[in-house]
Each structure stands twice: as structure tokens, then as C-alpha cells.
């Protein structure tokens, strides 16, 4: 085909489909095999510009093949989720995510599919369905990470979770208890949870750790609890110890003389 000054093009081509619309054709850089572009066009002008973008995409390294994302996003969402290396309750809560608030949008559809409209309406409609912000934050932290690992694998250009804020929200201040309130709590429990709450208020540790002290996590001399592990509860009921949430998670922390006899009676 000749350009404008006469010159025959080198790369690709542009012809007139019956339907009088425009369609590019051009080497596949992988195959050398000639390919059809994703679409077609009103003009003449519009195809060889198109043309030419894919020309120097080519040129530049960032050409991608259109029908790589052509996989189905149920299958391969499932199979990196499975690969993942998580902690069992996490991994139960992000397949709950995946399962509940991303495969009914995006499962029947490809990678391929999932663009940024598609993202910013999906978010939408969970905050507008009454879904948690908390949740809907997870399921678009989970999102984002699986289309990074599609971009990895060269099957998207670019990772459609783009939007501004949406991988955060504010958590309000909670309210603190007074040492007062602490003890009527303390007082009010179960004998046996006494000291568990009184370690949660002065010692500042989370449930699951707590969950999982041993006595020889205790130095009662030193007035120190270590925490090695934490305990988590499954959907089915099973507890399980895992490690710390990161390597600070395992730490000596002091509690108060005041706590001296509770810990020691316990």
C-alpha cells in the first residue's frame, strides 16, 4: 500500500472492509504471522494512525498481544489465589472476598475484560449495596493485586485498579476505656478472663495473641509477656497458631506492678 508521497509502507496495512469500514493488518512480532488489529475503523485516517501506534509500540518493546488476556478470569483468578503462599486464615478470608464480591462481576468475563469503568462501577455498586467500606477496600486490594500479577504475566498492558483513594479508608478514633472503667470490666467477667482482659488494656496486645500465650511466654520475676505466636479461628471452628502478623509482631512486652498479683494468681 502507498502513503501520501508515494512511498510504499513497510510495515502493516490498511483495507476497506464491504461494510466500508477500515481494517489494519500487521506482522504479529511473536509469530510473524499476519494479524487483524482488535478493531476496525470510520476512516482511512484512523486506521493508519492506529497503524502507526502499533508500529511504534512494536518498536519500543510495548507491544502486548490483544489475545492474551483472553483467559477466563474465574479460572485464573482461582489458580493465583491457590498459588499464594497466605496463612490459613487468610487465605480463607481473601477466597470469601474473591468468591463473594469479585467472581459475580468479573468471573464469567476474561482478564482481558476487567477495565477501569468496570472497576470504578463494581466499587460503586458494593458501597452502594450496604457492603462494608473495610470489605470493599479488601476486595479492591485483592483485585489490584491479581491484575498486577496479569500485567507480570504479560497478559494486560496495564492494571485497570487505578483509582484514587480506593485502597484505603478512614478508620474513625475508637473510644478509651479509664483505668476505672478497665477494672469494672475485669471485675464484672468470668474469673477465669480476669487477667486477659487486664493484659489487653495495660500490655496493649491483640486477641489472638493473648489467645495463644503460654505460661512460658510469662516471666512473672521480670513482669514481662512475650509474644511468639497468635491464634485465629477458622469458619469451620478449628483454632490454629500462626506466626505474628511480621517479624515486630514477635516482641517482650512489660506489664504493670499492678498486675502483679493477677498475673500470678492466674
Known amino acids: 500500500m502507498a502513503n501520501n508521497k508515494g512511498k510504499r509502507r513497510t510495515f502493516?496495512?490498511?483495507?476497506?472492509?464491504?461494510?466500508?469500514?477500515?481494517?489494519?493488518?500487521?506482522?504479529?512480532?511473536?509469530?510473524?504471522?499476519?494479524?487483524?488489529?482488535?478493531?476496525?475503523?470510520?476512516?482511512?485516517?484512523?486506521?493508519?494512525?492506529?497503524?502507526?501506534?502499533?508500529?511504534?509500540?512494536?518498536?519500543?518493546?510495548?507491544?502486548?498481544?490483544?489475545?492474551?488476556?483472553?483467559?477466563?478470569?474465574?479460572?485464573?483468578?482461582?489458580?493465583?489465589?491457590?498459588?499464594?503462599?497466605?496463612?490459613?486464615?487468610?487465605?480463607?478470608?481473601?477466597?470469601?472476598?474473591?468468591?463473594?464480591?469479585?467472581?459475580?462481576?468479573f468471573g464469567a468475563g476474561t482478564v482481558a475484560d476487567v477495565t477501569t469503568a468496570r472497576v470504578r462501577s463494581w466499587r460503586g455498586k458494593l458501597l452502594a449495596a450496604g457492603v462494608g467500606e473495610p470489605t470493599v477496600v479488601k476486595a479492591y486490594q485483592l483485585l489490584r493485586a491479581l491484575m498486577n500479577t496479569a500485567v507480570d504475566d504479560e497478559l494486560i498492558r496495564r492494571n485497570p485498579c487505578r483509582i484514587k483513594g480506593a485502597d484505603r479508608y478512614d478508620v474513625p478514633e475508637r473510644p478509651v476505656l479509664t483505668v476505672a472503667e478497665v477494672f469494672a470490666i475485669a471485675d464484672a467477667i468470668s474469673p477465669r478472663y480476669r487477667l486477659l482482659v487486664l493484659l489487653a488494656a495495660f500490655a496493649t496486645l491483640r486477641f489472638g495473641e493473648l489467645a495463644a500465650l503460654r505460661r512460658r511466654d510469662i516471666d512473672v520475676e521480670g513482669r514481662t509477656v512475650t509474644v511468639r505466636r497468635a491464634q485465629a479461628e477458622l469458619q469451620d471452628g478449628r483454632l490454629v497458631d500462626k506466626a505474628p502478623k511480621s517479624a515486630a509482631g514477635v516482641r517482650t512486652v512489660s506489664f504493670p506492678a499492678e498486675l502483679l498479683d493477677a498475673v500470678t494468681y492466674h
Request: proline residues 5%; hydrophobic residues 35%.
Open 12 to 105: 502493516g496495512s490498511v483495507r476497506r472492509l464491504p461494510s466500508g469500514r477500515w481494517q489494519v493488518r500487521y506482522r504479529d512480532p511473536a509469530t510473524g504471522q499476519l494479524r487483524p488489529a482488535e478493531q476496525t475503523y470510520a476512516t482511512k485516517t484512523d486506521a493508519q494512525v492506529a497503524l502507526t501506534h502499533i508500529e511504534s509500540d512494536i518498536a519500543r518493546g510495548l507491544w502486548s498481544d490483544p489475545d492474551a488476556g483472553a483467559v477466563n478470569f474465574a479460572e485464573y483468578a482461582t489458580a493465583w489465589l491457590r498459588d499464594r503462599k497466605l496463612a490459613d486464615r487468610t487465605r480463607e478470608r481473601n477466597e470469601s472476598v474473591l468468591r463473594l464480591h469479585i467472581l459475580p462481576t
